[in-house]
């Protein structure tokens, strides 16, 4: 005979209502996030106005750029906040073909037209305006797979029914990133599926097996031309100056000059010329320049709460879905703001990957806000959930017992413990 379970009553939030939902995670997360944008612009202010002049145009050009792009993107962020999450399940496919004929478009011979080669690579649309697939591809990654896992969880036990599936439609989805060339891009979307698919319970087997299969793969590709130049620089970067430890050397020098304080907003040194990309791939350096040990320390702990906030948000989530993408789009920024530091610190090869929120690039700000946004929406479910009478932490947890396979669930434990979900006890004490 089943056991039935006691559930204590729900307890309303004591935080006022955020105007998406009760509870203090929608307000920290929107909070966190406006903060780190606006502290963007500043910073992208002081590192961009030098080369705005030295091109002849006004010292606000790339701000007010940017700007543009965060209001579109809080825009954008509202719109997938008050959206149901679930809406996105029933788009996974949709938007998954209509982010591969984008990135095809981009790389198709006779379309240089309208995706012309910068810098010896082809990345960018211009439809009326210009804009990055590439970026697109990392929200379809994990909406994608987070949808798919829902129907695979059962089967994730055997390669060839489980992940196998995952990786023909990856391979499709990375193959026109790896053609622009973008390694580290293709790199970072592979990185968003597979964290997605290991919560939702594949076997760390599989991706060992897996690993060791494409690392020959992998080794090739970092042996072409630049990047294997940029790999012999980065391990010794100072053989490297006048060439691909340049850029390594400078922004260590930038990290290093600004001491605990910095030298103050507008007095970094290394922007006027010496520092290339300061307003985007070494933007961070900037940060440590001009506002010392203390900026870099308030900027990390910032994006730590944010991510911690967001992992939170996962731990509550009502369904599978909810909690596969709160933890995708948590990683989102965990991967963008551990990589860019880590390379404004020579702690890892150049990547060009921008710091979330802050570098310059508006295709990067609006699919980073929309990314927030859904996290927002699954806060939003996770609130609502709370909120409706006979489904306290009980329930939620009986309907992740019931999705869950092999050890995903484990794989939780620890956050369900740090990140304080299941808080309201069940009555009578444990679920025995």
């Known amino acids: 005979m089943a056991r039935v379970l006691e559930l204590a009553e729900p307890r309303r939030s004591p935080f006022p209502e955020a105007g998406l939902a009760w509870g203090w995670e929608i307000p920290t997360l929107t909070a966190l996030t406006l903060l780190i944008l606006s502290f963007g612009l500043v910073t992208l202010y002081s590192a961009s106005a030098f080369q705005a002049q030295r091109a002849g145009l006004p010292d606000t050009y790339f701000v007010l750029r940017q700007a543009t792009g965060g209001t579109l993107g809080l825009m954008a962020m509202v719109l997938c906040a008050r959206m149901p999450y679930q809406v996105w399940k029933s788009l996974a496919w949709p938007l998954l073909g209509l982010t591969w004929f984008l990135l095809m478009l981009v790389v198709l011979p006779g379309t240089q037209a309208i995706a012309p080669e910068v810098n010896g690579a082809r990345r960018w649309l211009r439809l009326g305006v210009s804009f990055q697939p590439s970026e697109l591809a990392k929200i379809t990654m994990i909406v994608w797979s987070a949808a798919l896992c829902i129907r695979k969880a059962p089967q994730f036990q055997r390669l060839s029914r489980g992940l196998a599936p995952f990786l023909v439609v990856w391979a499709a989805l990375l193959l026109p990133v790896l053609l622009q060339p973008d390694l580290s891009t293709a790199a970072v979307i592979g ?7 290991f919560a939702g319970g594949a076997r760390v087997g599989h991706f060992l097996f897996l690993g060791l299969l494409g ?83 308030f900027l990390t702990v910032l994006y730590l709460s944010l991510v911690a906030v967001g992992f939170r948000v996962a731990s509550r989530a009502p369904d599978l ?28 090869p150049p990547t ?8 310059y690039g508006r295709t990067n700000l609006i699919v980073t806000l929309m990314g927030l946004g859904i996290l927002l929406s699954v806060a ?39 990140f304080g979900y299941g808080s309201r006890p069940l009555a009578g004490g444990s679920r025995g």
Not at 274 to 293: H, K, R, S, T
């Open 215 to 297: 690392a020959p793969v992998l080794l090739a590709q970092l042996r072409v031309g630049f990047r294997w130049e940029r790999l012999l620089a980065f391990l010794n970067p100072a053989d490297h100056a006048d060439g691909a430890g340049f850029q390594v050397l400078q922004s260590l020098i930038a990290v290093g000059s600004g001491g605990l304080t910095g030298l103050g907003f507008g007095e970094g040194r290394q922007k006027f010329g010496f520092l290339p990309e300061a307003q985007n791939d070494f933007i961070f350096a900037m940060v440590g320049e001009e506002w010392g040990l203390l900026g870099v320390s």
């Open 321 to 348: 879905f909810g909690r596969l993408l709160a933890i995708g789009f948590s990683s989102f920024i965990a991967i963008h703001a551990f990589l860019h530091m880590a390379v404004g610190l020579a702690l890892v």
């Open 352 to 359: 060009g990957l921008p710091l979330p929120l802050v570098s």
């Open 191 to 197: 990185m968003l599926g597979a964290v997605v698919v």
């Open 380 to 418: 939003r479910g996770c609130q609502e959930v709370d909120e409706r009478p006979c489904q306290g932490t009980g329930e939620i947890d009986l309907l992740w017992e019931k999705a869950q396979v092999g050890s995903a669930g484990g794989r939780f434990a620890a956050l369900k413990w740090f």
